[in-house]
């Protein structure tokens, strides 16, 4: 119709308003957003919160104040921190927390400050759905930690692995207890975000089970029970014995339950998987064991022969005897088996050690062929205990065998020397004096033997001489070939050189008064030569000394020493064989000068 508008016309009017609109709009927006940041220049933001505080619109200082009256005493508990049989009440300054309020608030005042066309869309969110700033929260690392650890001293438990206990025979089962950890890294998470709001609340401390190694004891438990089911006897294998031995009569040793279990030993193993294991110790074994073994073990000892010159042939005057001892380790494995075994009788390992000369030893297998050296000294007119001393003393070397490169002991041989095996009190010189001891005489058993190695060629590895020149050694060959001994301080040793062994003699004539060393072996040709004794600066003796003695009568006078001159004594020997000089040695002897002494009773 004419004068009304068609609708393609309408639609273009309304295409063409939509621009001056748009322009419309868009200054009108920014005319208001022009006029909301002059307002709110030195104010925050409408629509910021601070920890859940309105602090929109506010200035700085409003702000704080409004702000700093909601946040807690930092001094007073703000969080509970609870756990398994823990509860404690912390503060911000327990936990080295500090709230930074300048720098919160100056977080706040920045919100929607931005300067570029999304920041103006930012200020409209913040308006129409607000912002929330948590607090900034200043922690002190080392004060933080410091407080976790007391915590962790309070928590953590470590687990306790199950164990046995012995007690006397009885074996008591202790099972395992899981153990606590705290888990600080998590604990220290929840704290951080605690502080963010800094608001009071109960925080539960995260708390690790931790599991014991060891839970399984029952196979341990069984095997201690089957090692102390009954007591361990210990025997001695008389009757299993290859060889006729003399043993002591001993055993046998029981070794009862309660004693076997304070050798015993609970450990933890950790392969394949952790586990208990029962453990014989070997060094509480041996400390029960060592004094028995003691009383079971003997040398052996040669047989004893004398030589028959007529016939040529070793005649046995004593047997011989083996010798044994415990085989401890092999002892040990016994008793270790018995262990699992119902049978708890244990036999000692012993091992036979043979003697290297039986009463079967012949002078041919031995290669002794004669005499080849000797010596005399003569006691005459010693007194009878005297004696009986040098007859006791010789029947120690008598028969004796020394094998070749063999070290001779004359002490080794002789033995203890006292009342209790048959010497008897004389003449001995101790302290320099001479006074009345046990076994006064065996200096001329050992002189004797002495010279007969010197005589022999033999090598000479220990000799002693007496202190002053002694009027019985000197009748056969003069001064300086004495040899003193004084068990087990002074010995006299010589040394079997040659290839074969030899077999030392003795013979003593009592009524001759006569001392008689003969050595046997297989002559090697060599010869002694011995020069001497050569005698200078002999020293006089002093004059008599006379000492009180109130065990005597009063008036009765005995002589205990008598006087002699001092004197150098030297001796040389050469030992020559096949041409070439296999010794030359010298014996040099400083006698001191002796004074007679007398003793003067003074006694009633």
Not at 264 to 275: E, L, Q, W
Request: negative net charge; contains cysteine.
């Amino acid at each position: 119709m004419a004068g009304e508008a068609t609708p393609i016309r309408s639609a273009r009017w309304t295409l063409a308003y939509i621009p001056a609109f748009l322009l419309l709009t868009a200054g009108l927006g920014l005319l208001i957003a022009g006029a909301l940041e002059w307002i709110y220049a030195d104010r925050i933001w409408p629509g910021v919160f601070i920890g859940g505080v309105d602090v929109g619109g506010l200035t700085e200082a409003e702000a704080r104040a409004r702000w700093e009256a909601t946040l807690p005493d930092p001094r007073r508990p703000l969080f509970t921190l609870r756990g398994p049989g823990f509860q404690q009440a912390v503060s911000l300054a327990d936990l080295g927390a500090r709230v930074d309020i300048p720098g919160t608030l100056q977080e706040a005042m920045q919100a929607g400050r931005g300067k570029g066309p999304a920041d103006g869309l930012d200020r409209i969110r913040i308006w129409w759905f607000g912002q929330a700033i948590s607090p900034r929260v200043e922690v002190d690392a080392a004060l933080l930690e410091a407080r976790l650890d007391a915590i962790a001293a309070a928590i953590d438990r470590a687990p306790r692995d199950a164990s046995l206990e012995i007690r006397g025979d009885q074996v008591i089962v202790h099972p395992a207890e899981p153990g606590a950890r705290l888990n600080r890294a998590a604990l220290r998470t929840r704290l951080l975000e605690a502080l963010s709001a800094l608001q009071p609340q109960t925080i539960d401390l995260p708390v690790e089970t931790v599991p014991p190694a060891v839970t399984e004891v029952e196979p341990a438990r069984t095997q201690l029970g089957q090692w102390l089911q009954a007591p361990i006897r210990l025997i001695v294998p008389t009757e299993t014995l290859t060889v006729p031995l003399s043993l002591p009569e001993a055993g046998p040793w029981e070794l009862s339950p309660a004693d076997l279990a304070r050798m015993i030993s609970v450990v933890r193993v950790d392969a394949p998987v952790p586990h208990l294991e029962a453990r014989l110790e070997e060094a509480r074994l041996l400390e029960w064991l060592t004094p028995i073994t003691e009383t079971l073990q003997a040398d052996p000892a040669d047989a004893r022969f004398i030589f028959d010159e007529t016939q040529r042939r070793l005649v046995p005057i004593a047997p011989s005897r083996w010798g044994y001892r415990v085989e401890i380790p092999t002892t040990v494995t016994r008793i270790r088996e018995s262990l699992s075994r119902p049978t708890r009788e244990v036999p000692i390992a012993l091992t036979l050690i043979p003697p290297r000369y039986p009463e079967t030893a012949t002078a041919e297998t031995l290669g002794i062929t004669g005499l080849i050296a000797q010596a005399t000294t003569n006691f005459k007119g010693s007194p009878p205990p005297r004696v009986r001393n040098i007859t006791l003393g010789a029947s120690r070397m008598h028969g004796v065998v020394v094998p070749p490169g063999e070290v001779f002991s004359f002490n080794a041989h002789l033995g203890d020397v006292s009342v209790d095996t048959g010497f008897e009190e004389a003449l001995i010189i101790f302290n320099g004096r001479t006074v009345r001891g046990v076994g006064g005489g065996l200096c001329q058993v050992s002189t004797t033997l002495f010279r007969a190695a010197f005589f022999g060629g033999f090598p000479i590895e220990e000799r002693w001489p007496h202190a002053y020149r002694v009027g019985w050694y000197e009748r056969t060959f003069g001064p300086g070939l004495d040899a003193a001994i004084f068990s087990p301080y002074a010995d006299f040793k010589f040394r079997n050189d040659r290839q074969t062994p030899i077999l030392i003699v003795a013979e003593v004539d009592s009524e001759a008064g006569t001392l008689t060393f003969k050595i046997y072996g297989a002559s090697d040709g060599r010869r002694v030569t011995v020069e001497g004794p050569f005698v200078s600066n002999i020293v006089p003796h002093g004059p008599p000394i006379y000492e009180e003695d109130p065990t005597l009568p009063k008036g009765k006078v005995i002589q205990v020493d008598w006087a002699v001159d001092g004197a150098d004594v030297l001796v040389k020997r050469r030992v020559e064989k096949d041409g070439q000089i296999l010794y030359e040695d010298r014996v040099f002897t400083r006698y001191q000068p002796w004074q007679a002494v007398f003793k003067v009773g003074t006694g009633e």
